[in-house]
């Protein structure tokens, strides 16, 4: 909740979600803060300086045709992807359904962020988290089994 405690109550939980969501889709989320923008460009001038005192052995040709693979991503483009999710997944760390990400409102947002994190070749540090659920029955059965042998 909003004092950082934990409600097991399904009406207050329901409350809070239509409270954070009416939130995310009244206002303008279409702009890129200008702070995030900032730590953007810091994240990323550290790994282009390692990058330009790395030893390079071998010259690499560009192929012309690549260059279309350095153009913004299209809104289009973003659009088409969040379309692609599948319906009725296990949501990620970020706790949002494949079908909230496909409203427009928040298609506008991402694909501005996206456009960021790949003009600043950066992402942010949540993409790289992951949630991995053990399977517990197994578990209960091995820690039962190491409980008898010992």
């Not at 970020?94 to 298609?107: A, F, G, Q, T, Y």
């Not at 600043?120 to 949540?126: A, L, M, N, Q």
Request: aromatic share 8%; charged share 25%; glycine share 2%.
């Amino acid at each position: 909740m909003d004092d950082g405690s934990v409600s097991h109550d399904p009406s207050e939980i329901l409350q809070r979600w239509k409270e954070e969501y009416s939130k995310l889709f009244s206002s303008d989320n279409t702009k890129v803060d200008s702070e995030f923008v900032e730590q953007m460009q810091n994240l990323n001038s550290q790994p282009e300086s390692e990058y330009e005192n790395l030893p390079v052995n071998q010259t690499f040709v560009y192929n012309t045709s690549t260059s279309e693979l350095n153009e913004p991503i299209s809104l289009d483009e973003t659009k088409r992807a969040l379309m692609s999710l599948k319906n009725g997944k296990a949501v990620g760390i970020n706790n949002l359904p494949n079908e909230i990400l496909k409203s427009d409102v928040l298609s506008k947002t991402l694909h501005e962020l996206f456009n960021v994190c790949f003009s600043y070749e950066s992402v942010p540090g949540p993409w790289c988290r992951s949630i991995i659920c053990p399977l517990l029955k197994k578990a209960r059965i091995s820690a039962t089994r190491w409980i008898t042998e010992a």
